[in-house]
């Protein structure tokens, strides 16, 4: 498993998604927690699972598709300062947005 570290930009992302899914999902409470927490297991535990991002200025950055939240979250796998490597977390992003993150 690589180690997970979330930018400050994916980390406000994901916390004005989670308060806008608070107030208006409320027959699905918990389904943006759980399909994030998903997510990060997965990606951590396969980083090569997620499709190659198109359109990023950013190399080697793949994104996963939440299907039932309908976000996309954009990551990469980095060299960790101690050796190995990290999951660095870079967007989170509606698929309802269009174009996406300007990464």
């Known amino acids: 498993m690589l180690p997970i570290r979330v930018t400050g930009s994916a980390s406000l992302q994901i916390q004005e998604a989670a308060v806008w899914w608070a107030a208006n999902r ?4 918990r389904a ?7 997510a990060f297991g997965l990606i951590s535990q396969q980083p090569g699972i997620g499709a190659a991002a198109e359109n990023v200025a950013l190399q080697n ?17 980095r060299p960790e300062p101690t050796d190995g490597e990290q999951v660095e977390i870079l967007a989170l992003w509606h698929s309802n947005r269009g174009e996406g993150p300007n990464l």
Not at 33 to 38: A, H, S
Not at 63 to 73: D, E
């Open 26 to 29: 409320t027959s699905a409470p």
């Open 61 to 77: 950055v793949r994104r996963v598709y939440l299907a039932r939240v309908r976000y996309f979250l954009y990551y990469r796998v």
């Open 32 to 38: 943006f927690r759980d399909d994030l927490r998903q």
